[in-house]
């Protein structure tokens, strides 16, 4: 693991790193911000997945997420949404290939030999911070968009590592969007029933999610047909999870939105957490 630089932020540390990643073959660039309560000892960790055409520098940047960590004693890790860099299949839509990994082990060329997200979240990143950072065993996760999408989809496949979830408008039903149907038939296929596998409402009624998710969509959204939040509520209805869905009267997609609920969903994971 490489530090590319470290910087003060709100008593603790914000900082960027690479590691050569087995998973994707390529140097893969992620950020971790350690709050001042681990100078005690572990913490414990929040992952922030970011959405579309995003590196692990807009929500960073943008959020504000740091201020409320710091508040809470949470680390927060914002990894990268894809592969990147010579060699790496891409396209020239912003919505497929580099900066769209959408979370998914991808098993169709060109994009398989580089575009294994979710074993690179799920597994490969999470054990390489828990051994590099001073983060305890309880991890959350939450994310924007194509990353609240990722967020909902990896905490219900892989339960036992997420105690908390939550989401910021997320892509919750890709299988019958075209924020989705697009990527996951390049990523994965033709074959629709593969699909279900990375669709949050198919994995709610087969799965489940046995603590409660908190999620939060603009209704001013300019995405908000293609996002399908209506059959994310459905089916948290339908499969009886306790849920807090809350649509936020004249909020758009930006990270203005994700900004001004950020601390709710902090706080949300740090109780869940703890």
């Not at 900004?259 to 902090?266: E, G, I, K, L």
């Amino acid at each position: 693991m490489k530090s590319l630089s470290e910087n003060k932020c709100f008593g603790g540390v914000q900082g960027v790193y690479s590691h050569a990643s087995g998973a994707t073959g390529v140097e893969m660039t992620f950020a971790v911000y350690i709050p001042p309560q681990a100078k005690n000892g572990p913490v414990p960790c929040l992952w922030y997945l970011s959405g579309l055409t995003c590196t692990h520098e807009n929500a960073m940047t943008k959020a504000g997420l740091q201020a409320h960590a710091a508040e809470f004693g949470l680390a927060i890790v914002f990894p990268d949404t894809s592969p990147r860099g010579e060699g790496v299949a891409n396209d020239e839509a912003y919505d497929l290939g580099q900066g769209a990994g959408f979370y998914v082990n991808a098993t169709q060329d060109p994009w398989a030999p580089h575009f294994q997200m979710e074993t690179y979240i799920a597994t490969e990143l999470r054990d390489l911070v828990q051994a590099q950072f001073p983060v305890s065993i309880h991890h959350g996760i939450t994310g924007h968009s194509m990353g609240g999408h990722g967020a909902l989809t990896l905490a219900m496949k892989y339960p036992s590592q997420y105690r908390s979830l939550s989401a910021f408008s997320p892509i919750a039903n890709p299988s019958q969007s075209d924020w989705g149907r697009k990527q996951l038939g390049a990523y994965l296929g033709g074959d629709e029933n593969l699909w279900t596998a990375h669709d949050a409402v198919c994995l709610l009624k087969e799965k489940g999610w046995v603590e409660d998710i908190l999620v939060d969509q603009g209704a001013d959204d300019q995405f908000y047909n293609l996002l399908k939040p209506g059959a994310l509520a459905a089916a948290l209805a339908e499969t009886k999870t306790a849920h807090s869905f809350r649509l936020q009267p004249g909020y758009d997609h930006s990270y203005y939105f994700v900004s001004t609920f950020a601390r709710d969903h902090v706080a949300w994971h740090a109780a869940r957490l703890k």
